[in-house]
C-alpha cells in the first residue's frame, strides 16, 4: 500500500484538501450558483426538517467518504482515523469543504465537536475506541443532553437523577433544547449521581443509546418554522457503567471540556459563519445595488467590520492570545460570531425590507427570513451572551463577581 503524505503547513494542507477530494465534488457538491438555483434556503442554524430523512442518509454517506479518503478527523489519532494533526487543521478542512461546495455537516456538529472531545479525553478506551470511529464516520450521530427546564445557565443544577443498578446506571429526567436530537443515535448526558454533594460534585457523564427503551423525543417547533432542536425524557433507561464517561462525580469537568470545544468551534467554519453565508450576503448586497446607496453603506460598513475582527480572531494561533484571555478564547469568539452574524441579519432585513418576511415568489429575498429568525437563538445557544460576559470578566479579566 503507498501512502500519501500529508503536509502540515495549513496553506499546503489546504491545497492537498482540495485534491484528495476532487471526486467526491460530482457525487456530492451542491450546484455552484445556489441563489440562482431552486434551493435558495439560507440558514442561522441548520434545521433538518420532518421529511429531510434522505439528506440524513446522504449525509452519513458523504462523512464516510470523507472518513475513506482519511481526511475526516485531521486533528484525530491516527489509530482512530486521524491524521494527528491539529485543530487549526480540523478549522482549514471545514473551511475547504464549504469552499468545494460540499453539504453542511451542521447535523453532525454536536457528535464530531462537542461529544467527541469528551470522549476523547475522559472515556473508557473500550469506548473511546468504538465511539469516536463510529461519529467520524458518519455511523453515529450525537446530541448534548445538558440542558433542563430548571438548568440552563446554571447547568451544575441539573437534577436527572442516575441510579446505579448491578453493571447499569437507570436514568430518570428531562431535557431540553436538544439540538439533532430527532436524528441522534447517541447523547451525551450530564447528570445527577449524588444528589447529596455539593452541586458541581454530584454529576457524572454518560454516553446514552437514543434508541434504548425509555427515551422519548419531543420536537420543538421554532419561529423559523422548522424544529431543530428537542425535549428528551429519559424515563428508566439503562445505560451500562462501561458507557460512562469520566470518573463517578467527574461530570462537570467532562462538560467543560465539551463545552469550551463548543463555543470555540462553533465560531470556525463549521459554525454558522461559513463562507458560503459571507458569499450570500455579498451576492445579495450586489444584486440589489445596495453597495451604491448611501442608506445602506453605513450597515454594509458594519458588518464588514465585524466580519473582519471575527475572521481576524478566529485566525489567532493560541499563542497569540493575551496570557488573560487564552482560556476564555471560546467565549471571546462565541462573541464576536454572534455580532458579526447580528450584523448581516439586520443588512439583509435593511436592503430586502418586507420582502424578507413577504414570499413575493422572489429568488434570494423571503428565503432570508429563516436566517434574520434564526440569528436571536445563537445569542442563547452554548451559553448564553450574559454568562459568557461573566465568563471573560471573571476567568479571563479577573473582575469580582456581583
Ligand atoms: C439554538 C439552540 C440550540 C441549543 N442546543 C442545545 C443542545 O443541543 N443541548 C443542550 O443541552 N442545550 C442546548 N441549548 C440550550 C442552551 O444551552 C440554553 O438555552 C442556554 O444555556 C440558556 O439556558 P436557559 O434557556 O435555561 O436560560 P436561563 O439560564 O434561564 O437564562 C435566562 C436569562 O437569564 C440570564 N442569566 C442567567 N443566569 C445569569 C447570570 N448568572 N448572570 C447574568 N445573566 C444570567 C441569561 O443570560 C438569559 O438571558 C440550545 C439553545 C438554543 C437556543
Known sequence: MTTIAVPTDLTAFGAHLHTRLADLTAEFARPTEAAGDENDRIAAVEELREGHEDEVSR???????????????????????????????????????????????????????????????????????????????????????????????????????????????VLHGQKVWTSMGHLADVGEALVRTDPAAPKHAGLTMFLVDMHAPGVTVRPIRQMTGGAAFNEVFLDGVRVPDSHRIGGVGEGWKVASTSLGNERSTMSGAAGPLTPYVMERTV??????????????????????????????????????????????????LKMLMTRALDEIAHLAEAVLGERAFVDHGEKDAFAWSEFVLGVPALHLAGGTDEIQYNVIAQRGLGLPRR
Open 283 to 332: 451576492a445579495l448586497v450586489r444584486r440589489l445595488g445596495a453597495e451604491a446607496d448611501p442608506v445602506h453603506r453605513p450597515q454594509i460598513a458594519k458588518t464588514v467590520a465585524a466580519v473582519t475582527a471575527m475572521r481576524a480572531a478566529a485566525g489567532l494561533t493560541p499563542g497569540s492570545w493575551s496570557h488573560n484571555l487564552a482560556p476564555v478564547s471560546g467565549s471571546v
Open 59 to 169: 449525509l452519513r454517506e458523504f462523512q464516510r467518504a470523507l472518513f475513506d479518503a482519511g481526511v475526516a478527523w485531521p486533528s484525530g489519532p491516527p489509530e482512530l482515523g486521524g491524521l494527528g494533526l491539529t485543530p487549526a487543521h480540523d478549522a482549514v478542512l471545514d473551511d475547504v469543504l464549504d469552499d468545494m461546495g460540499f453539504p453542511t455537516r451542521e447535523a453532525l456538529f454536536v457528535g464530531l465537536n462537542i461529544v467527541a472531545p469528551a470522549l476523547r479525553a475522559h472515556a473508557p478506551d473500550e469506548l473511546r475506541n468504538s465511539a469516536l470511529p463510529a461519529l467520524f464516520r458518519g455511523e453515529l450521530i450525537g446530541c448534548q443532553l445538558f440542558s433542563e427546564p430548571g438548568a440552563g445557565s446554571d447547568l451544575a443544577g441539573v437534577s436527572t437523577r442516575a441510579v446505579r443498578d448491578g453493571d447499569d446506571w
